[in-house]
């Protein structure tokens, strides 16, 4: 009895972390989600959000910020592409402060640091698990 009650508790916290979305399951966040840094930059770059498929926060956005500026509401699932001026830029996750549920409530901040180089892509990956919450990730493009 203590092996069954032991294994459906490990499950059901493994239940709660996030796992990468298949390639062909990834959808573009929707243009009314994008709020910012969608315009073309001459001689800049581009930085690539995607978010883990999980249970934890899977009814909430969260929020994707460029240099501390809302830049989307992001699901579960989705991706996001960016144009931003090269240089160093920071990328950052927090509560999505435009719902009026209780997803809004509580607290979540999380940055990386991104060097953009002209006609370079920098990508991330936002990741949840039961113990941690959620992460912000540098990541590799899939397939490789």
């Known amino acids: 009895m203590r092996l069954i009650c032991a294994a459906v508790s490990l499950l059901l916290l493994a239940g709660c972390s996030s796992y990468r979305t298949e ?3 990834i959808t573009q966040v929707p243009a009314d ?5 969608q315009e073309p930059v001459e001689g800049g770059g581009q930085i690539v959000v995607n978010r883990d498929m999980g249970g934890l926060g899977s009814g909430c956005y969260i929020a994707v910020h460029v240099d501390r500026q809302l830049a989307a509401r992001i699901g579960i699932g989705e991706v996001a592409s960016f144009q931003v ?5 920071i990328v950052g ?3 999505d402060e435009t719902d009026d549920t209780l997803c809004s409530k509580g607290s979540l901040r999380r940055e990386k640091a ?3 180089e002209p006609g370079q892509s920098e990508r991330f990956r936002i990741v949840s698990d039961n113990r941690e919450g959620f992460a912000l990730l540098a990541d590799e ?4």
Not at 33 to 37: K, P, Q
Not at 85 to 89: A, F, H, I, T, V
């Open 141 to 144: 493009p899939q397939g490789k």
């Open 33 to 37: 989600r994008l709020l910012a840094f």
């Open 85 to 89: 001026p090269p240089g160093d830029r």
């Open 23 to 25: 390639p062909g399951q």
């Open 93 to 95: 996750i927090g509560i």
């Open 114 to 116: 991104a060097h953009i």
